[in-house]
């Protein structure tokens, strides 16, 4: 019928615009992830590019933040110079009153949030002057002391235990979001192996696990080239053990049914996590 027929059109185009949705944010993930890396003097990370687009900021100051255990400010510019910004906190530091703050002191357009998100407005050249006052600003909040990062992590697993049958529980367990966290899981004392640089530019790390168990487990961390946990992980291919925490996933380039994990941060015995 006519109205089914429209249904199934409304339906390919939603999926349509979901995946362009997803491979512009991947796009601005992967560049805002490079430019993140390289602020390891900076205690709140800020990235802003023209090329941005504002309807993905958000969830990319979220993977920045998680990625870097920073507070991130991500930001799209236009080509004026004026750019609408999208932030992140960690515990600890109430991020919108640091924004309106900002504002107060004439580095925003205008801003506002909660403890944990924000968003503002900014002008390209005050990008450098609105850094130096969040970073100074984190510490005066925390008196100095940069917060450790810790994980909820639902259970130890180990490479042997991580099998399609558990997955497909998990998933059963969805949908997650921020009122049902992805389940997270720690492999303890593994090797890593068959380690190697993956995607454009060498941007992941891909590996084998192994814990003494009887079998290896694939693993891949996005965006890890150049990080804290990029450079744990390749300095363990020489025997040494780690701690590994991520999420449970199908292989998809595997044809689904083998196991990986989606590493989120590694720690060398006893638990010191690289973020």
Request: net charge neutral; proline share 4%.
């Amino acid at each position: 019928c006519q109205r089914e027929d429209e249904a199934i059109g409304l339906a390919a185009r939603l999926d349509e615009m979901n995946k362009e949705r997803r491979s512009i944010e991947e796009d601005i993930r992967a560049h805002a992830m490079d430019r993140a890396s390289a602020q390891t003097n900076n205690h709140v990370l800020v990235v802003g590019d023209e090329d941005w687009h504002e309807g993905v900021i958000g969830i990319v100051a979220g993977r920045l933040k998680d990625r870097f255990a920073k507070p991130a400010c991500v930001i799209a510019f236009s080509p004026d110079g004026l750019g609408k910004g999208s932030a992140r906190s960690i515990s600890g530091f109430a991020i919108g009153n640091a924004i309106i703050a900002a504002h107060q002191r004439g580095l925003l357009e205008g801003g506002g949030g909660h403890d944990m998100a924000a968003g503002f407005s900014i002008m390209k050249d005050k990008l450098a002057a609105f850094q130096a006052f969040m970073n100074q600003r984190l510490l005066d909040d925390l008196k100095g002391e940069i917060p450790k990062v810790t994980h909820k992590v639902s259970a130890m697993l180990s490479v042997a235990g991580c099998q399609p049958e558990l997955s497909d529980w998990l998933d059963k367990l969805g949908p997650y979001g921020s009122g049902n966290p992805e389940p997270r899981f720690v492999l303890p004392d593994c090797r890593i192996k068959n380690i190697r640089l993956v995607g454009d530019a060498g941007a992941h790390l891909s590996c084998r696990i192994d814990d003494g168990s009887g079998t290896t487990l694939n693993a891949i961390a996005f965006q890890a080239g150049g990080t804290p946990i990029g450079q744990l992980l390749q300095q363990a291919a020489d025997g040494r053990y780690l701690h590994v925490l991520g999420k449970l996933r199908r292989d998809r380039y595997r044809g689904g049914r083998a196991m990986q994990i989606e590493i989120e941060d590694v720690a060398t015995p006893p638990l010191a996590f690289a973020r």
